[in-house]
């Protein structure tokens, strides 16, 4: 059992993105997780969860914040991903890298820290799409999506892999007010 920490944007918006992924049939990304930007990746998030205490720590000690959606970028050529912008989201993903303190391979492996990019991943070639339609996506995405917004993050979301490659929502953690709303609301 896995499980990452995520943000989402608004309903609004997560609906639109579906919809836009939904435009291409082999794309089966929205079989494996809901539109997310990554705050915290696997590694380090144990199935005994004594990790969640401390995440629940460091929101209850952080303010919202307003992170920036911006244009379509690429991974190489395989992974398709909207651009996200927030200096506070660098140091929340920080504190929680920190708190929790996976080993530096786990740092590595999962691109956190130093290697930190925050996105919003709308495609990637091993979930369906060839290099081509995930080009032709990009080019589109730039039109369709178009405007990029800012949105307010109240809280992050901890998600849990519920079978291979498929997460689901776990668990809310309101940043600085400590309210947690349960699983599969």
């Known amino acids: ?31 494996v997780v809901e539109p997310h ?4 990746a696997q590694g380090g998030l144990t ?4 990790w969640l205490s401390k995440v629940k720590r460091v929101c209850n000690n952080f303010q919202s914040f307003q992170i920036k959606l911006d244009k379509p970028m690429f991974f190489g050529d395989d992974i398709l991903y909207l651009s996200a912008t927030s200096n ?10 920190l708190e929790i303190s996976p080993t530096n391979d786990l740092i590595k492996k999962y691109f956190e820290l130093d290697d930190f990019v925050p996105h919003l991943t709308l ?9 081509k ?7 589109l995405a730039e039109k369709e999506l178009n405007p990029f917004p800012t949105f307010e993050v109240r809280f992050v979301r ?4 519920i079978e291979t490659n498929k997460y689901i929502k776990y668990l809310d953690i309101s940043l600085n007010d400590n309210i947690i709303s349960a699983s599969n609301s």
């Open 1 to 31: 059992m896995q499980f990452f920490i995520g943000i989402v944007p608004s309903d609004e918006y997560k609906m639109k993105l579906i919809d836009f992924q939904h435009k291409w049939k082999n794309n089966r990304i929205t079989d």
């Open 37 to 40: 930007i990554t705050l915290k």
């Open 47 to 50: 199935p005994d969860e004594k």
């Open 88 to 97: 506070e989201l660098y140091k929340l993903h920080k504190s929680i890298v």
């Open 123 to 131: 495609a990637k070639t091993n979930y369906g799409l060839s290099k």
């Open 133 to 139: 339609e995930l080009s032709d996506m990009g080019n």
């Open 158 to 161: 901890v998600y849990q892999e």
